[in-house]
Each structure stands twice: as structure tokens, then as C-alpha cells.
């Protein structure tokens, strides 16, 4: 079991350029997370998915977009790059919404000038 | 929304001694206290968590402590050793519906050999 894989693990990118981060599970879980992680602001939620096809907005979602085409797959998307959105990204997974613990990849470091 | 309120953002301690991490919540519906332990360059890692049935939960050298009526709860490592050394971050949700954690902002825990 790999887990929670992301995937690039880091990437630089100008003012305006976009891009797409990949996270993939293989716990078959349902539920699953991107966060971003800001020193001194701990772990905020950016969007999520309670299941293949569902997305929704979490407390920090301007700016990104999400799909959950597949159950396995969560995708981040940047459409235009800003440097307010340097920062190191996490996607994480959990069996169902009731609480199960949340299993975290390991990051993506991204830089914007 | 909930707001989690955590301190100290940095705790140094020598090996062997304790040390206690503390949190406040601010919704009284959240229910479920979970902690993380985030190591460099990895994802957080849930050690302990802690429902509002029960007022204390250890697991080895680790506890968690809850007090409802005052919206706080806390983390405590005992005999500690440096591998115990990371970020540690509490969370906070309610248990209904599609609910998701809310982090606080995490504390570097450094323990000195």
C-alpha cells in the first residue's frame, strides 16, 4: 500500500502560468482533502470530495479549482498563479465523514514568483 | 464556523521532561478532537484523538485531556524523548453531517538531547 501519493513533490511557477497537482489513494476511500499549509497558519482546507464526483469548497478555495473524476484521484488545479499562492500543499484521505482519520500525502512545494 | 486556538506556537524541553500542548475550540456542537504529528518534510500523522464521551484517553506516553464545559483540550507527552521532536496540531469537528476538521495552528516541539 502506497497510501496518499502527490504528486509533483515540488514546482516553481511564474505569475499567471497554471498547473495541476495529482493525488492518488489506493484505501479506497471516500472522502478526500487539499489543504494548504502557511507558516504560522497551520493547516487550512481548501476544497474537498465525499465521493467520486462530488467536490466542495472548504475555508480557502479561491483561486483553485478540484476534480474527483475518479474515486482513486483528487486533482488541484491552479488557473492562474499568484504568489500569494506559494505554499506547500497537502492532499489527505479518510474511509467516510464520521470522523475516520484523516492519512495525509507528502506535500507539494510550490513557489510562485 | 470553529475556531481552534492553540499555544504555545514553540515548546523546548529537555529530554525526559514533560511537555503539554493546549487548545480551545469555539463551537460547543464539535465533538471529536483528534492530534497530529507532522515530521520535516512528511504529512501529519493522527497519534491520538479523543471524543466528547471521554474526558481522558492515553495511549503509552501520550494523553489527551478534555473539558468540555471550558472548550479546552489538551495534549500531554510524557518521559520525552527526540524523536518525540515535530509539529504537533490539534483539530476540532462536529460530528454531523459532512463535517471536516478545523486545525489549529500547530506547535514545534523541540526536544533537547
Known amino acids: 500500500n502506497a497510501g496518499v501519493t502527490q504528486t509533483p513533490k515540488f514546482r516553481v511557477l511564474k505569475t499567471g502560468q497554471s498547473m495541476t497537482l495529482l493525488c492518488a489513494q489506493d484505501?479506497?476511500?471516500?472522502?478526500m482533502y487539499w489543504y494548504r499549509q502557511d507558516p504560522g497558519m497551520g493547516l487550512r482546507l481548501i476544497h474537498y470530495?465525499?465521493?467520486?464526483?462530488?467536490?466542495a469548497k472548504g475555508e480557502v478555495p479561491d483561486g483553485y479549482n478540484v476534480s474527483r473524476l475518479k474515486k482513486q484521484n483528487f486533482l488541484l488545479g491552479l488557473e492562474s498563479a499568484a504568489p500569494s499562492q506559494t505554499s506547500v500543499y497537502f492532499c489527505?484521505?479518510?474511509?467516510?465523514?464520521?470522523?475516520?482519520?484523516?492519512?495525509f500525502g507528502n506535500g507539494t512545494r510550490l513557489t510562485v514568483t | 464556523g470553529e475556531n481552534v486556538e492553540q499555544h504555545p506556537s514553540t515548546l523546548s524541553v529537555q529530554e525526559g521532561d514533560s511537555a503539554v500542548i493546549k487548545c480551545t475550540y469555539s463551537?460547543?456542537?464539535?465533538?471529536?478532537f483528534p492530534w497530529y504529528k507532522q515530521e520535516l518534510g512528511k504529512g501529519p500523522q493522527l497519534i491520538i484523538d479523543?471524543?466528547?464521551?471521554?474526558g481522558e484517553k492515553k495511549d503509552q506516553r501520550i494523553a489527551v485531556t478534555l473539558n468540555k464545559t471550558a472548550k479546552h483540550f489538551s495534549l500531554h507527552i510524557t518521559e520525552t524523548q527526540p524523536e518525540d521532536s515535530a509539529v504537533y496540531f490539534c483539530?476540532?469537528?462536529?460530528?454531523?453531517?459532512?463535517?471536516?476538521?478545523?486545525f489549529g495552528k500547530g506547535t514545534m516541539l523541540l526536544v533537547s538531547p
Open positions: 489527505a484521505s479518510s474511509y467516510a465523514g464520521d470522523n475516520s482519520p484523516l492519512h
Open positions: 484505501m479506497n476511500h471516500e472522502y
Open positions: 470530495s465525499v465521493g467520486e464526483g462530488t467536490t
Open positions: 463551537d460547543s456542537a464539535s465533538n471529536y
Open positions: 479523543i471524543r466528547s464521551n471521554v
Open positions: 483539530a476540532a469537528s462536529p460530528n454531523s453531517g459532512y463535517s471536516t476538521l478545523t
